[in-house]
Nanobody, 124 residues
Framework: QVQLVESGGGLVQAGGSLRLSCVAS????????MGWFRQPPGKEREFVAA????????PSADSVKGRFTISRDNAKNTVYLQMNSLKPEDTAVYYC?????????????????WGQGTQVTVSS
């Protein structure tokens, strides 16, 4: 069983930055892709960004391109989401997830394990 613990969420003004972290408990972390998803209030969960096992592929949603950066440190079993130039529409609960395989995929169905989520609130 893989456990994921997210941290780094909070309240920030528009234009500000936050860095989310997600620590995984399993040693298999380094062989699997990781992803960040979010669920805005009253909306469905949506893809934000993903990173392949090697870090060589990092697809992201059009809405965050140029503002958010995903990265990973396999030695620390940790994946990060650096969020810059935050907007009120970025307000959501953010979840990290472990993919079934090594490839960075967009679909949530490709991910087997999920964290409990961390709240990000961006004020205007």
């Amino acid at each position: 069983q893989v456990q994921l613990v997210e941290s780094g969420g909070g309240l920030v003004q528009a234009g500000g930055s936050l860095r989310l972290s997600c620590v995984a408990s399993a040693r298999t972390f380094s062989t699997n892709a990781m992803g960040w998803f979010r669920q805005p209030p009253g909306k469905e969960r949506e893809f934000v960004a993903a990173i392949s096992w090697s870090g060589g592929s990092t697809p992201s949603a059009d809405s965050v391109k140029g503002r958010f950066t995903i990265s990973r440190d396999n030695a620390k079993n940790t994946v990060y989401l650096q969020m810059n130039s935050l907007k009120p529409e970025d307000t959501a609960v953010y979840y990290c997830a472990v993919a079934r395989g090594p490839f960075a995929l967009v679909a949530g169905t490709a991910y087997d394990y999920w964290g409990q989520g961390t709240q990000v609130t961006v004020s205007s």
